[in-house]
């Protein structure tokens, strides 16, 4: 009886290592992952100088772990048995109350000193500028109670209050505001993002400060009921419900254009409708992550601003683009040409960073506006 467990076990056995086999043999390889998106490791190209050097072999190994048949199944029911054994959380992100997937925020991040002083640095190198900082709390601070028993977090508070104290410019708080409203969709559950309600709050915050009138007069349209976030894929918890995209169309009609210098691309209003058919609808807002972006309006107000930024202004920019004439967005993470070069040659009125607290205390690329003159 127990040889023939052991042949029973062993068969088994054999039958699911050679099936599994002959099914990733079977199964057509795929191009790009949607859940993870990006390009997945294609079967690599052989040669002899490529298995000696060792190139062959760690693509092959990446081809075999990105082709595996089934994997975003083995991944979600990886997610499923860790929150049975009551884990509270999956790559970084907590599973929280009410459907919210909440990212790690354990300590301010090692660039957040840094990009302090560079942001002195640019208003020392830019003084005929009217520099404005806002420095956007994550949905972790906001949703402090949907986070899981004795879950971490760092105080963002501390980090809004340290710059404050040094910052050589206007820092716009806008967690009193976001606070006051926590009980609305402001932040995406799936997502890392703000919602465009959430932008909404802190653009009149903004305007307020600035000693201008919002614009109040919109119709909001759902754009998409089908949005899951960078959260969702990151925790693989496919129970979820996925979030809604809006848009704020102003009922008072401006004209837009979005131009892409150094990509010869161009799009007219601020939003591309083709990004709802794919995995990154966020990127419907201004055409997504780009080095430059030139926002060009028929509001003739002689008014030009220039803007710092990482995405969560993607969605706060349309709001904004009803008070200027132009406005130019830099993200320093692709842009490599000199930024003060840039500003000197547009004659720019104003300046604003926006960032959230998060990618502040992280980005490495911000820092060169100490280096550049």
Same mark, same amino acid.
């Given at each position: 009886?127990?040889k023939l ?7 088994? !056995? ?5 099936g ?6 079977l /199964? ?5 992952s ?24 760690r693509? @092959?190994?990446?081809?075999? /772990?990105d082709? !595996?048949v ?13 929150? &049975?054994?009551? $884990? ?12 919210y997937?909440?990212e790690? %925020? ?9 990009n ?16 404005t900082?806002?420095? =956007? ?5 906001i949703?402090?109670d949907?986070?899981p028993?004795?879950?971490?977090t760092?105080?963002?508070? $501390? ?14 708080? =806008? ?10 969709? *402001? ?36 754009v998409?009921?089908? !949005?899951?976030?960078?959260?969702? !894929? ?12 809006? =848009? ?10 979005l131009?892409?210098p150094?990509?010869?691309e161009?799009?007219?209003g601020?939003y ?11 990127s419907?807002?201004i055409?997504?992550?780009?080095a430059l972006? =030139? ?9 030009k601003l220039?803007? &710092? ?16 004439? #132009? *406005? ?6 692709? @842009?490599?040409?000199?930024?003060y ?5 547009? #004659? ?6 926006l960032?959230?607290?998060?990618? %502040?205390?992280t980005?490495?690329t911000?820092?060169?506006?100490k280096?550049y003159?």
């Amino acid at each position: 009886m127990n040889k023939l467990t052991n042949r029973l076990i062993i068969f088994t !056995f054999l039958i699911f290592i050679f099936g599994f086999s002959l099914l990733n043999l079977l /199964t057509p390889d795929r191009e790009k992952s949607e859940s993870e998106n990006r390009l997945l490791q294609q079967f690599p190209h052989f040669s002899l100088d490529r298995l000696l050097s060792g190139d062959y072999t760690r693509d @092959f190994d990446k081809y075999m /772990t990105d082709q !595996f048949v089934l994997k975003d199944h083995w991944v979600g029911l990886k997610s499923d048995f860790e929150q &049975f054994v009551h $884990k509270s959380e999956n790559n970084g992100v907590y599973f929280g109350k009410d459907g919210y997937l909440l990212e790690k %925020f354990s300590d301010k991040g090692e660039y957040f000193d840094i990009n302090l002083q560079a942001i002195n640095s640019f208003h020392n190198k830019m003084e005929q500028l009217n520099t404005t900082v806002m420095l =956007v709390p994550t949905a972790v601070k906001i949703y402090e109670d949907k986070l899981p028993l004795f879950a971490p977090t760092y105080d963002q508070e $501390k980090m809004l209050s340290q710059a404050q104290d040094e910052l050589k410019v206007h820092l716009v708080d =806008v967690m009193p505001i976001l606070m006051e409203h926590k009980e609305e969709a *402001i932040y995406y559950r799936t997502d890392h993002h703000w919602t465009t309600l959430g932008a909404f709050y802190a653009y009149q915050q903004l305007l307020k400060e600035w000693g201008i009138n919002p614009y109040l007069d919109y119709h909001v349209e759902t754009v998409t009921h089908n !949005f899951y976030g960078t959260h969702y !894929f990151k925790a693989n918890d496919h129970r979820l419900k996925p979030d809604e995209i809006h =848009v704020y169309y102003p009922n008072h009609p401006v004209d837009f254009s979005l131009t892409f210098p150094g990509t010869g691309e161009s799009l007219d209003g601020l939003y591309n409708y083709d990004y709802l058919d794919q995995r990154d609808k966020y990127s419907l807002f201004i055409n997504g992550n780009q080095a430059l972006t =030139v926002i060009k309006s028929n509001v003739e107000n002689g008014q030009k601003l220039v803007m &710092f930024k990482d995405s969560y202004a993607h969605n706060f920019v349309p709001f904004l683009a009803m008070h200027f004439e #132009e *406005i130019h967005l830099i993200d320093l993470r692709y @842009f490599n040409l000199n930024p003060y070069d840039y500003i000197r040659e547009h #004659e720019f009125t104003q300046a604003l960073f926006l960032y959230n607290l998060s990618s %502040f205390g992280t980005d490495s690329t911000i820092k060169k506006l100490k280096a550049y003159h």
